[in-house]
């Protein structure tokens, strides 16, 4: 379990502010301008204490429309909403905004509090009632308590707190293991002690020591110390507020907006869910629109996949092209507002920081994108998908265990690459259907070559790669590997009749020459179909019926074999032997005896010195 953050929404000087002092002793209008202009303008933390020493977050976001980007920041963290709405009142436009903004980022638990009830009698109070009744029906607040609060009766406070008490409770929040991550709101500099960064942790836990980095700027840094609400802490978990000196960067290198965390994926283009809300008339492609996501807000355009526009309470995937650079795990959310005039217009929820071009009808990875948008194992899906398992981890935001994946079936491992199940069955697929081809093109031929496999079918493999993939129990079911070449496990050579034959003439010619060698142009001439016979003298050549001397000069093995035997023979009586020995041996002319003899010499077992054989010795 992780710690709880309640957040503190509703339009402007409607109360929130005071609601907060009154739960847990403190004013979170911190800014002189917040005094000043008595209205919220950043996000307040602070935090609520119970009775039995508990203790929950609390963020009190801005209700002024010119600081809704604010507001997204408080609410991309909170877990329970405490919307307040003024009795004298009712809900107002910034109340609507808040509460859409909320639902966004997926909000499901939350009570309603009606403040200033000492300003209205029991009518008025029971209309605002009433309406907020009627405004949130079908919504996640349509059977949230309704409270009354008042400044002139702090029992009305204690109340409220009883209550939250029992409704967090209630609220079962699971914290799985991911990497640290925190959006940094401040940055500033404090005497002696140097660069200050703060926020709400977001995930994972951070510790005195750790190493980190600021995204999307790459800057590497360590955490000298931790604070949260003035207490000095050596590791602190998500969802509590965070004030962590570092070193290895100047202040003035950082800004709100940046990212500190363990590992995570940046980019300028981002593919996401985008929610439009009802009230919107619709979302064209190409429009230009204000991103709030973390902290940051980034100005860019909407790339819709498929479609021309989304209509008001559609969802869609599409691609964010931004001006500048985001960091971001899949599933996290963010808001779309108008460029200008600026209004909230939807949500996004982020699936994936793509590599290639947009192609709004690459219909298999909008297909990749739709299914990372539900509750499926997203893990396999990125599976297929050209990544690192360092990326993988980043994109998900924590450790990928490989072992249960492996075992299932699931994903193979072709030394430091994953290949998903799908994508392995796709290139076997693949392989098979060229081997069909091939052996029907081919007949004598015992397959292909790895070298030519795999420059053709699977390039983006290294050597290494490719030979774990040809190893794995999945690909020897359908595929063999022999010495150097690959073809279908039942594939055989069997030659017909007129191969058959072929293969006997093609034997006469070379068991009549013997050590007389004659070209390979002689014997094809001879032949009245030539192109059998090129095609069977292939495949001689290759299963060995036939050794290959140079140019186009080959021998029956059997006698390349004799040959051998008997100038070993002379070896035994003899130190050197010249070119004459060797046709007295092998009774033939002086150009076969050299072409024998070089062959010797490329076996390595004769040394030519100055035209003097020599034998070598193993």
Do not use: W
Not at 14 to 23: A, E, P, S
Not at 392 to 400: E, P, Y
Not at 484 to 510: P, Q
Request: overall charge neutral; hydrophobic content about 35%; proline content about 1%.
């Amino acid at each position: 379990m992780r710690d709880i953050i309640v957040g503190m929404a509703g339009h402007i000087d409607h109360g929130k502010t005071t609601v907060v002092k009154y739960l847990t002793g403190v004013d979170t209008d911190t800014l002189p301008e917040e005094k000043t202009r008595g209205m919220t303008i950043d996000l307040g933390f602070t935090q609520i204490k119970f009775e039995d020493n508990s203790r929950v977050g609390l963020i009190d976001v801005p209700g002024h429309e010119k600081f809704i980007k604010n507001m997204s920041a408080g609410a991309s963290g909170v877990d329970y909403l405490i919307l307040v709405v003024a009795c004298d009142d009712g809900i107002m436009p910034q109340t609507i905004e808040h509460f859409q903004i909320v639902k966004l980022f997926g909000v499901t638990r939350g009570m309603i509090l009606l403040t200033k009830r000492d300003l209205v009698d029991e009518k008025r109070y029971e209309e605002v009632k009433k309406e907020c009744q009627e405004y949130f029906k079908e919504s996640f607040l349509e059977k949230a308590p309704i409270l009354e609060v008042s400044s002139k009766e702090i029992e009305s406070y204690k109340r409220v707190k009883a209550l939250l008490y029992r409704e967090l409770k209630e609220l079962k929040i699971e914290d799985e293991k991911k990497y640290f991550r925190m959006d940094i709101d401040r940055v500033f500099t404090l005497k002696g002690f140097g660069c200050i960064v703060t926020g709400t942790v977001k995930n994972g836990e951070v510790k005195v020591g750790d190493n980190l980095t600021i995204y999307p700027k790459r800057r590497e840094v360590r955490v000298k110390s931790i604070e949260s609400h003035g207490e000095k802490k050596e590791s602190l978990g998500s969802g509590n507020r965070c004030a962590i000196n570092l070193s290895g960067v100047e202040s003035s290198e950082l800004e709100r907006g940046d990212i500190i965390a363990r590992n995570l994926l940046v980019g300028d283009r981002v593919d996401c869910k985008l929610s439009l809300l009802e009230s919107v008339p619709k979302i064209k492609n190409n429009q230009r629109i204000r991103l709030n996501i973390g902290t940051t807000e980034v100005i860019g355009r909407v790339k819709i996949y498929e479609k021309n526009y989304i209509l008001g309470g559609e969802e869609a995937v599409v691609q964010l092209q931004l001006e500048n650079t985001i960091g971001g795990i899949l599933g996290e959310r963010g808001i779309v507002r108008n460029y200008s005039p600026i209004t909230t217009i939807g949500g996004v929820e982020l699936l994936f920081f793509p590599k290639s071009d947009f192609n709004r009808r690459y219909l298999q990875h909008i297909d990749f994108l739709n299914t990372l948008s539900k509750n499926s194992d997203r893990v396999e899906e990125l599976f297929k998908k050209d990544m690192s398992l360092d990326e993988i981890s980043a994109l998900i935001g924590k450790n990928i265990e490989l072992e249960s994946y492996i075992s299932f079936g699931k994903i193979y491992l072709l030394d430091k690459k994953i290949i998903q199940h799908e994508i392995l069955d796709e290139k076997l697929k693949l392989i098979e259907n060229y081997l069909i081809e091939f052996h029907q093109k081919n007949s004598l031929k015992k397959g292909v070559t790895k070298s030519t496999l795999r420059s053709l079918l699977l390039k983006e493999l290294s050597q290494k790669e490719f030979n774990i993939l040809l190893d794995l129990d999945k690909v020897k079911e359908s595929i063999k590997v022999v010495d150097d070449y690959i073809s279908l496990k039942d594939f055989k050579i069997r030659l017909t009749r007129e191969e058959k034959d072929m293969k006997e003439e093609i034997f006469s010619y070379y068991k009549n020459q013997k050590f007389e060698i004659n070209s390979y142009s002689y014997y094809f001439n001879q032949s009245k179909n030539k192109y059998l016979f090129e095609k069977v003298h292939a495949y001689m050549v290759e299963e060995g019926f036939i050794q290959y001397l140079e140019d186009e000069y080959f021998i029956l093995s059997g006698f390349l074999k004799e040959s051998i035997k008997l100038i070993n023979e002379y070896f035994q009586k003899n130190i050197t032997l010249e070119i004459k020995d060797t046709r007295a041996l092998l009774n033939n002319s002086r150009d076969s005896a050299i072409l024998i003899l070089r062959k010797l010499d490329t076996l390595k077992i004769t040394k030519n010195i100055d035209g003097v054989r020599v034998l070598i010795k193993n």
